[in-house]
Each structure stands twice: as C-alpha cells, then as structure tokens.
C-alpha cells in the first residue's frame, strides 16, 4: 500500500518551491491522501494499467438505451 | 399583472410574448426591478447587466411585430452563474483572482440559450471558482436563500438557485461537478438537471475538473428545464468530449403516462445519513409514484463510497492542475476553503490520478448492470438533511461542520465520476419550512425518460407552484 506522511507533504513542497504548511496541516493532507489512495487501490487490485485511460464517451454510449 | 407575471413559468411567459399578452420589455423591466429590489436581501447578482438587457428586449419585441421569431425563449430573461464566458465581456467566477477577467470567446452553453431569443440579465454569484457546497463566498457576499436569508442557498451554483426561486428569472445555468447543480435545486425548491457528461458542452466555462464538470439548468418546473436542455445540449466541435448522439425534443413526450416503469429505491449508503423527516418525504413521493403506476423495486447498490473517493481524487488533481499557477503565486487571493480543497491535488501522485480514470469506465459499467438491468431509473434523496442555515456551515461553526458539509454532496458527488444524469425535484418541507428534494438517476443519456417521470409528479403535486416570501 502507498502510504504519504508528512514528512514527504512538506518536503516535497519545499523541493517545488512551495511554501511549506505547518505539521498540523501536513498530516491532515497526508491523512486525506491516504484514504483515496486506500480506496484506489482496494478498487484496482484485478486491473492492469497496460493502457492509457478508457474512453468515458464511449462507455456512456455503450451503456446508454439504443 | 406586472407582479404575476414573474410567477409564471418559462414556457408560460414565452407564450405570453410569443402571443403579444405581454412584452419582453415589460417582463425584464419586472425582473431588474425585483432583482434589483432582492440583492440588500439575496445578493445572488454579482453583476445585473440592466442596460444592455433593457435594449434587447426592445430588439425582441421589434423582431416579434414583424413576425421574427428568434427561437422558444423569444424575449425571455434568464441570468446565469458567472463562470459563462461572453466575448469581451467581464466573468468573476465569483473569485477576486478573476474580478476583473475579460472573457475571450463566448460559452456555447450560453450562446445557444441567445440564439434561441433569451434576454441576458446578468451574471449570478456563485462559489469561489464553483468549489462549495453552501453558497458562502469571502469575495462577492454569500448568497441567501429565498425561503428563508438565513439558510445555504446551496453551492457551487448559489445565485442561479436563489435567483430562480425567488420569481427574478425564469431560469438560469449551473454548473455540476459534485452536485453544484442539484444542491442548490433541492435546498432552494427548484427543478436541476446534471446531464449525462457529453451532452452539453462546456466549450467557454472556467473549469474546476474539467473530466467531471457537466452544464445544466436550474428551473421551477421540469418542463422548462426540458426546454432549457433541448436547446443546450448536442455535439460541439469546440468541445471534444460532446457526443454526437441525435438530441431528442426533451418535450415531446413529457406528459406519457409512466405506468410500468420501475423505480428502484437504494436499501444501502443513499439512506445511510437520512433524517427522518427528508425520509417521510421520500417515502411520500414513492407513494405518489406507485398511483402514478409505476413499480417500486428495491435494490441494492455497489459500495458509492468507491465513486465518491474516486471522483476526489480525480477533483483535487484536476482542481490543483488548473489553480497551480495561482496557488503558488497568490495563494491568499482564495478563501482558504477553496484553497484548502485544492492544496492536496499537488501531491497526489501521479499514477492514482490516471489510475483513478482508468477505473471510471468499469465501475459505471458494474453500477449500470447491475442497477439498470433491473430498474429504469434510481430514486434517491436529494439532500440527506434538512436545510441548514449559513451559520451552521460556516468555518467557525464548530465540530459537527465539517461532516454537515460531507453530508450535502453524500447523494449527488459519485454521479460525476460515474458520468450518469440525474434530476433533482422538490418534494416538500421539512419542519424547518425549508424545501426537500429526491433525486431521479438514469443510465446514460436517459434524460427524456427523468423529465418524463419528473413531470408526472409535478402534474400530481404541487410542490413547484409554492413561491418564497415576496419581500416586496
């Protein structure tokens, strides 16, 4: 699992220039971060990502009443 | 007569004029007047063009007295969120970033709706850039609502909800992204439709996540936003992700009976946060549906927590794609809510926001089959709560705010990701006095078949004739 903490929020961001947000900040970001990323990869496990992203235009037309 | 007419719906004063019954000038000198009237109260205008609105309704009368008739909004004022660019003309985006942003080219969503003979009044407050869920704005003033100034008009498309229910226009568009469009439909009373993504372009809009965001109107009944759609929607050459599919007349079949069709009803996550009262009023709608005819069917849906994640963390990487410029050089220049929203998109990784894409397509296939193959469309509450006030959802209000916000978007954000339509209809009051909403989803590109089965509520009910306090 990817796991981002804040150590990484606020080092990255001062490698790009960025101001860098306080502690408190940097483990609500990594938290939220976290989450998604948990979620993502719980979703995406039997999926292979050989290819660029499906087209959603044609998903919806496929799946819409002829 | 004059105070009357602001109460009629949009096909009635377009007939009204079309009919010489009354004039354009008279019906948008009426709207300047009760905009102008409202904003101490509302202030849901960031800026009302009354001039240039005032010459051409002049125009529209002049084109009807020699038998030109520019199109089914012949002369009929309406005003939208202020994000729809017009060529040479200011749009705020209802930011101090872009106060003074001269637009360069013209929204088709927009130029379709003037083509057709709509009157432009103006541009309508909105949320910082379209991000929040409550119509607070530190830039432009929040936004009120018309029911009741001291609840959330809704966000991100706030004005546009509190200008249509509060009788200043017939209708107006909104934007939708997580449920910009519906939240402000279901808190303020009134009829939202987020279309299928596709359907209508967003060619000339400031976008906020540009594989999600979708345009659509805000009216008081289905059938005048069924006009609306019928105008703005269809294939776009200046926007790539239009389809190409033929756009039905989403009026022709607006008053079939709907005996037969299934309406599935969510036994999980929809009714997982539901207020009892907002529960009652569900309930009483289906009930309305099964007189109607058709069938109630209880489903069970995949888990929507997967498309709401999934949809954020499309949101942040595309939301912080477009501000990184600003953030980086103005960061203060947003309300730190907004700013907040996108901060985190700089450091999602790259792979789980092209991930995160790659997954769309499969999980709209797993909810379409295995919801669609069984019901026609989904019926689901519109906001899970009663409306809440301003104060409740403002930064300071304490620690229940921040799921209270969660908890606006917890019915309508996953269909973004998922890119399906869904209209959001009123369906009574809480004990608050404030409106509730259900919310109708379909497969893609059913929105005939939502308008269809809207409308024969709205014949049943009458929910959507109920208007605020005048005020004046």
Not at chain 2, 208 to 220: A, E, K, N, Y
Not at chain 2, 227 to 243: E, F, H, K, V
Not at chain 2, 292 to 305: F, S, Y
Not at chain 2, 362 to 385: A, C, N, Q, W, Y
Request: glycine share 8%.
């Amino acid at each position: 699992m990817t796991q981002i903490n804040r150590d990484l929020i606020i080092s990255q961001s001062c490698q790009y220039g960025w101001a860098p947000p306080n502690i408190e900040r940097a483990q609500e970001i990594s938290s939220m971060l976290n989450e998604l990323i948990r979620a993502l990869e719980n979703s995406t496990s039997v999926l292979n990502f050989e290819s660029e992203p499906d087209n959603m235009q044609q998903a919806l037309n496929k799946l819409a009443e002829k | 007569m004059h105070s009357d007419i602001l109460n009629m719906s949009l096909v009635e004063t377009a007939n009204a004029i079309r009919e010489k019954k009354v004039s354009s000038l008279e019906v948008v000198h009426e709207s300047i007047n009760r905009a102008e009237a409202l904003q101490p109260i509302l202030n849901c205008f960031i800026q009302l063009t009354a001039e240039e609105a005032l010459s051409d309704a002049k125009k529209a009368d002049a084109e009807l007295a020699k038998g030109q008739i520019r199109g089914s909004l012949h002369g009929v004022p309406l005003a939208h969120k202020d994000m729809f660019y017009r060529t040479g003309k200011k749009s705020t985006c209802g930011s101090k970033i872009r106060k003074n942003y001269i637009a360069s080219c013209t929204s088709t969503a927009l130029s379709r709706l003037i083509d057709a003979g709509s009157i432009y009044l103006g541009g309508l407050n909105m949320a910082e850039f379209a991000t929040g869920p409550t119509g607070h704005n530190e830039h432009w003033g929040n936004t009120h609502n018309p029911w009741n100034p001291k609840f959330i008009a809704g966000g991100s498309s706030s004005g546009t909800g509190s200008a249509v229910a509060a009788r200043i226009v017939y209708g107006g568009l909104g934007s939708d992204t997580g449920g910009s469009i519906r939240i402000p439909a279901s808190v303020n009373g009134l009829v939202g439709l987020k279309p299928t993504n596709g359907l209508v372009s967003r060619y000339g809009i400031m976008p906020v996540s540009f594989t999600m965001d979708t345009i659509g109107p805000l009216t008081r009944t289905v059938e005048d936003n069924a006009r609306l759609t019928s105008i703005i929607a269809g294939y776009d050459p200046l926007d790539n992700t239009t389809s190409d599919r033929l756009v039905p007349d989403y009026e022709d079949i607006l008053k079939k009976s709907i005996k037969g069709i299934r309406i599935g009803v969510p036994q999980n996550y929809y009714y997982d946060i539901i207020h009892p009262e907002i529960k009652q009023l569900q309930n009483t709608s289906l009930e309305i549906f099964k007189e109607l005819g058709a069938e109630i069917i209880e489903v069970k849906v995949p888990d929507m927590h997967i498309p709401t994640h999934m949809s954020n963390i499309v949101f942040v990487s595309e939301a912080s794609t477009i501000h990184e410029k600003w953030l980086r050089e103005c960061p203060n220049d947003y309300q730190e809510q907004v700013r907040r929203r996108y901060e985190p998109g700089i450091y999602m990784p790259a792979p789980k926001y092209i991930q995160a894409l790659n997954l769309r397509p499969h999980l709209l296939e797993e909810f379409s089959k295995l919801i669609f193959s069984t019901v026609d469309v989904l019926h689901t509450p519109g906001l899970p709560m009663p409306v809440p006030e301003l104060a409740e959802t403002d930064v300071g209000a304490g620690q229940g705010m921040p799921e209270l916000i969660a908890g606006l978007s917890w019915t309508t954000r996953s269909n973004n990701y998922l890119g399906i339509p869904s209209l959001s209809i009123p369906c009574g009051f809480s004990s608050n006095d404030m409106p509730a909403a259900f919310q109708l989803m379909g497969r893609p590109f059913s929105e005939q078949l939502l308008f269809q089965i809207g409308n024969a509520y709205q014949i049943s009910t009458n929910w959507h004739k109920q208007s605020p306090p005048p005020y004046i």
